[in-house]
């Protein structure tokens, strides 16, 4: 499985973006997908995740802002992001795993490269 992340960008506080990250290589369908994210010095962390039934997951600090979504047609997953901070700033980082927890870094096989989010004050 391939995963090529898109999508973010730079925008003000308040704002909003819609990073995307398609998959190729196997159908995706089964498989928890999540999105993890970086900022500079920290840890990567969990952000959102959905698994094959449309169950989502959230972050603390995401939840109410943020949604996960899925198009099985066109093997991709959506991370709509609203009322952007500035902590928000970081790579996002879209991954894939077979199984039902969707919480640990480590079992997620197959990574995406990453979109760069800065949000401005």
């Known amino acids: 499985v391939q995963l090529q992340a898109s999508g973010g960008g730079q925008v003000q506080a308040g704002g909003s973006l819609r990073p995307s990250c398609a998959a190729s290589g196997r159908t995706v369908s089964r498989y928890v997908m999540g999105w993890f994210r970086q900022a500079p010095g920290k840890e990567r962390e969990f952000v959102v995740a959905i698994n094959w039934s449309g169950i989502t997951y959230y972050g603390d600090s995401v939840k109410g802002r943020f949604t996960i979504s899925r198009d099985s047609a066109k093997n991709t997953v959506y991370l709509e992001m609203n009322s952007l901070k500035p902590e928000d700033t970081a790579i996002y980082y879209c991954?894939?795993?077979?199984?039902?927890?969707?919480?640990?870094?480590?079992?997620?096989?197959?990574w995406g490269q990453g979109t760069q989010v800065t949000v401005s004050s």
């Open positions: 991954a894939a795993r077979m199984g039902d927890y969707v919480y640990r870094i480590n079992d997620y096989v197959y």
